[in-house]
């Protein structure tokens, strides 16, 4: 992602999560479940639940702040907000953030891609900085499923978890790490029955489990083959693949399409559940924090969701520090 000199480069990372953790037995009360399916099935032995006094724009605010903490900012040029259940339909969440975080009256605004949409929010603002309408931009995932599923629907109930996750982006040079070497993003709107929400959150998440686990797998692969291309890698050189953390069996199966090792793709969704846009930062504090990532790896993430949407980036992992929370 560069015209000219000026590249985006990952500066700083920051998370928060929801205090209260709801794990597979205290589902069993409501769902005919069981722990082992929801494991086998799935990978995913608990998730992060928001009670009602933890917001989108809260787990929002202290991401954000954990990640200008990290990057040692304490202003940026915009703020990229990317949610696919924001609080309120009108306004964004983008500029509650930057109010909240005092970031002054920077420019502010969402990006909806759902699981896609961490890395299409990195997509928008590393454009934002090689045009050099920006420097330093934050960029946050937000989400709070537990808003928009159906708490008796054993389909989807089990899946998804609450969270945030955020990224300072600066402006650098193309061989520094942690620059964004590439993007590769797309959508299929004929798609958009697989995943969604009835008119305007009125209803819960529908999602055709198997089409979606189908076409993930799909996209995953070939969105990742696009970008080691337009790295210039081959797949034996990626030292940490970072998919969307959906499903233990997806990030497998990808890897295994893509003749990984399955040691070196993060899975991180044991005790997070599905997080929608929010898994990729999460997975990636995740993975620097038990020491899957570490500086200089060649990284390339990778993400698929409702729309659809895919989007996948690739980067050299760079020094940096990530400042986590809870709430
Ligand atoms: N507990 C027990 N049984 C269950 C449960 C549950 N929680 N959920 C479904 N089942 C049953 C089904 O009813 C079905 O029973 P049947 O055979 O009697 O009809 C059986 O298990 C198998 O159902 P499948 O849907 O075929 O199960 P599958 O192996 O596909 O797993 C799952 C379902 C986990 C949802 C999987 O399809 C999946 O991960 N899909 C992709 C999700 C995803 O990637 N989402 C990403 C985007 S999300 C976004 O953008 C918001």
């Excluded at 990984?260 to 997070?272: F, H, I, M, N, S």
Aim: contains cysteine; proline residues 4%.
């Amino acid at each position: 992602m560069t015209t000219g000199d000026q590249t985006a480069v990952l500066a700083g990372l920051g998370t928060c999560l929801p205090m209260e953790e709801v794990d597979n037995a205290a589902l069993l009360a409501r769902l005919d479940t069981s722990d082992s399916w929801i494991r086998e099935r799935t990978g995913i032995a608990a998730r992060r639940i928001a009670g009602a006094n933890v917001s989108v724009c809260d787990m929002a605010h202290a991401a954000g702040e954990n990640a200008l903490k990290a990057a040692g900012l304490a202003e940026v040029d915009a703020v990229v907000v990317a949610t696919s259940t924001p609080d309120r339909p009108l306004p964004a969440v983008g500029p509650q953030v930057a109010s909240t975080l005092g970031l002054g009256s920077v420019p502010a605004f969402d990006v909806s891609a759902a699981c896609s949409g961490f890395i299409y929010a990195l997509a928008v603002s590393a454009g934002l900085i090689a045009t050099g309408m920006a420097g330093d931009v934050l960029v946050v995932a937000t989400e709070k499923y537990s808003d928009i599923v159906d708490p008796t629907d054993r389909a989807t109930a089990v899946l998804f978890g609450d969270g945030a996750g955020a990224a300072v982006l600066r402006s650098g040079r193309r061989d520094e790490p942690g620059a964004l070497l590439a993007v590769d993003w797309g959508s299929d709107g004929a798609g958009r029955d697989l995943i969604y929400v009835p008119e305007r959150h009125d209803g819960y998440l529908s999602m055709t489990g198997k089409r979606v686990y189908l076409k993930a797998i799909e996209h995953m692969t070939s969105s990742t083959l696009r970008v080691l291309d337009r790295c210039g890698w081959a797949t034996s050189e990626v030292d940490t693949f970072v998919p969307h953390q959906a499903n233990k069996r997806i990030i497998q199966a990808v890897a295994q399409q893509l003749s990984l090792p399955e040691d070196k793709a993060v899975c991180a969704l044991e005790r997070t559940g599905n997080t929608a846009a929010a898994s990729i930062p999460l997975a990636l504090a995740q993975g620097q924090a038990n020491g899957t990532i570490g500086a200089g790896d060649r990284v390339v993430l990778t993400a698929f969701g409702a729309g659809m949407t895919w989007a996948s980036a690739g980067l050299v992992w760079p020094e940096i520090t990530t400042v986590e929370s809870e709430l």
